[in-house]
């Protein structure tokens, strides 16, 4: 009897023991989720702000009123009004970039901004002392397609960019000479070059924030100018152009995490 009841006993806690160890490996182990190193290959679109100035060197407006007015080559000497000017910019930008090996950053871009950048200087007119001419210059716009090359701390990226430019300006001499008004316009959309640099923050997924610095080199052309009110003209005008500008900006990122 007493070995009976000691092998009831001891297939109890057996069959105990092996509900217990079943339960056991019943349960997974959890899984720890993998997160996606954060990568800065992407497509976006996204809007800038900020500030520019420019300097204009423009060359010769007493010779475009006098020998225009005149019908002749009559003005001696070159006169250079010098205009700097400042204003917002505001516009957008739409870009794509790849991300290698593994912190580098390759891409491009293209952009374009409306402009208040204005400012006038004064010059006199030797030929009739006492008049003058007011020269006015105005940048209205700046477009830029540019390849961009940067370096990736995780969410932050620095980076340099240089390509092609053009900028959209209107010029105005205005002002009597010998008894006649006149109003000298023209305009044009010069092609240039820019580089700049900056860094952008990758605040959220999808999101990221920039900070800005560009500088357009567009050379020196010759502006054809007239006075459609009085008939004057054309004449010429050349003006020599440098733009400077700070940007904040934002971009939403497509096709994947920034």
């Known amino acids: 009897m007493k070995k009976l009841l000691f092998v009831g006993v001891a297939v109890s806690l057996l069959s105990a023991a092996s509900a217990v160890l079943a339960a056991d490996m019943s349960v997974k182990a959890p899984r720890i989720p993998v997160v996606a190193p954060f990568t800065w290959t992407s497509c976006f679109l996204g809007a800038h702000a900020g500030g520019g100035w420019t ?14 007015i005149l019908l002749a080559p009559v003005t001696t000497g070159v006169t250079t009004a010098n205009i700097s000017s400042s204003g917002a910019v505001i516009g957008g930008q739409f870009g794509c970039d790849y991300q290698f090996a593994p912190n580098w ?74 008894g006649n008004n006149f109003t000298f316009d023209g305009s044009e959309w010069r092609p240039g070059w820019s580089v700049g640099a900056g860094v952008e923050w990758a605040f959220a997924d999808n999101w990221s924030a920039r900070l800005e610095y560009d500088y357009y080199g567009l050379g020196t052309r010759t502006i054809s100018m007239t006075d459609n009110v009085n008939g004057f003209g054309p004449g010429p005008l050349d003006v020599k152009q440098s733009v400077q500008t700070v940007k904040l900006g934002i971009n939403f990122h497509v096709w994947g995490r920034p």
Do not use: C, H
């Open 55 to 68: 300097r204009n060197d423009i060359t010769d407006p007493v010779r475009l009123v006098q020998d225009t």
């Open 105 to 178: 950053v390759v891409g491009g871009e293209g952009s374009i901004a409306g402009s208040t950048m204005r400012d006038s200087t004064r010059v006199g007119l030797p030929l009739s002392p006492g008049d003058s001419a007011l020269v006015t210059a105005r940048t209205e716009f700046l477009s830029s397609i540019t390849a961009r090359f940067g370096y990736a701390v995780d969410r932050w990226l620095y980076y340099v960019r240089g390509g092609a430019a053009w900028a959209g300006d209107k010029y105005n001499v205005a002002g009597v000479f010998q």
